[in-house]
């Protein structure tokens, strides 16, 4: 089968992973062709692949475009990634008759006539990463349940074990480390406001906080933590490509979004053997549970992640158990191979 990704982010991100990943473990047994907006994107693909640039929702020179390499190379299936691709990709395969399956990661609430027409009418198929996200979606009365199949991110740890040796000098003794744009979302200034009041009581001189990633609210977090007075316990180390190494001399992982679907990071973390601290953001809940292979805390309260964060720093034995089953459980429901399989059967049903 020939199967086309289409995703126009400006940057590097979690859907762009999952795209990565999903092309990787269909190259094989499928074809695949990627089509994308910026070679921050686009050069890690390997795949045949095509820069559009996708200037709107509609952009009418992208779409004839993509409507003229779908019927060239007699692509059967599109996936659109990103929500500005949804509108495009589902009037391309409009046109040429091909079946369109959006790729939705986060749990998102719809409910203008607008949003009916791309999420439904122009498409066969919704994946989504959570239940969490299912139930959302169906409480619209839009879809019948059969179109949208939930299947949970894959992790190549193959390529992780490969990435993870390079030489990494440990931030802290005992690290907390937090992975992804810098904005509010992410919740940041909530990880960074509960290390204060962890500190207040525990004045603890052998744990920190390290934030990889970039983003345009860096600054403001930056400030956020000076103003608190623990500036010299958060390091800010900017956009890597290699996070892997850092992961595996961290402690904990705090994952403290307001919004998410089934983060890659936060399986990464989990891979990397560090104990997870969460908030119940999309399908947290369906990676881990609470108290066994991690912490979920409510969103905004500061004194309950605090207070997570001392139980996991205080009790080292606690720690290193949690990891321990946070990785076990990584490889029990997450395979990039179990997860290439439900994709491509996916595709297939929306063929035939």
Known sequence: MNIAFINSARTWGGTEKWTLM??????????V????????????????????????????????RLIGHIKKENIEILIPTKR?????????????????????????????PWQRFMYH????????????????????????????????????????????????????????AALGRVTKNKG???????FAHFQETQQAEHIGIVIIGDGEDMQAFKELAASL???????????LKNPYPILQASDIFAMTSTNEGLPNALL?????????????????????????????????????????????YRDPERRTTMANQAHQRVLRQFSIERMGKELGRFCEENTA
């Open 22 to 31: 999903a092309a990787g473990a269909l190259t094989g047994e499928h074809d």
């Open 84 to 112: 500005k691709d949804y509108m495009l990709c589902g009037l391309a395969g409009r046109i040429t008759g091909t079946p369109v399956i959006l790729r939705l990661g986060a749990d998102r609430q719809l409910r203008w």
């Open 268 to 312: 990464e973390a989990m891979y990397l053997h560090n104990a997870p601290i969460c908030t119940p953001a999309g399908g947290t809940e369906e990676a881990l549970d609470n108290h066994k292979e991690g912490i979920i805390v409510p969103y905004g309260n500061e004194q309950a992640l605090a207070t997570a964060i001392t139980e996991l």
């Open 121 to 176: 009418t122009l498409t066969s198929g919704v994946i989504v990463n959570a239940e969490k996200i299912k139930r959302t979606l169906l409480t619209t009365g839009w879809f019948p349940e059969g179109k949208i199949r939930v299947i949970y991110n894959g992790l190549d740890t193959a390529q992780i074990d490969r990435k993870k040796t390079e030489p990494c000098t440990k931030p802290f003794p005992v690290t907390i």
């Open 188 to 194: 940041f200034d909530f990880l960074i406001r509960s």
């Open 229 to 239: 007075g623990i500036a010299d316990k958060v390091i800010f180390t900017g956009f």
């Open 33 to 64: 062709t990627m089509f994308y907006r910026r070679p921050v994107v686009g050069d890690r693909f390997t795949t045949r692949k095509h820069r559009l640039p996708f200037l709107s929702h509609i952009d009418p020179y992208s779409l004839v």
